[in-house]
């Protein structure tokens, strides 16, 4: 009975996680794998964010987002007005830098949204950088 269960509750944490699930659809992977990267350099009071992203040659759109985020207990804040975004067609390696100011002393971060699409079709990957304090 106990060797049942056990195959049991491996299979339901095997399925959970292989599928995840959101308001609309069950999705067993993202449609475009891609590499991507980004990092966070901050001097003087200017933060640089630089990020790359690597997909397969039939990407037709990137749609890449840097967001300044600063540390505020457990949780990250956007820095207001250091947002920046960049479309990229036909493109399928790509880079975006950004500099943004800091807003006084304490822990930041790049938020890096990539937004890719294909024949395949769209999805939406998150990264976040290493922090950096001052």
Known sequence: MKKWMK???????ALCMTFSVNAYA??????????GSNELIITNGKATMYSELICAPDVTKIVMTHVLQ??????????????????????????????ATCT??????????????SARGTDRHTHYSATETI
């Open 70 to 99: 600063k540390q505020s207990g457990t949780k990250y804040n956007d820095v207001p007005y250091a947002s920046f975004t960049k479309t990229f067609y036909n493109e399928y390696i790509v880079d975006m830098e950004d500099i």
């Open 7 to 13: 195959k049991i509750l491996v299979l339901s944490i």
């Open 104 to 117: 006084g002393y304490g822990t930041y971060r790049v938020k890096t949204t990539y937004v890719v699409t």
């Open 26 to 35: 069950v999705q067993a992977r993202f449609y475009n794998d891609l590499t």
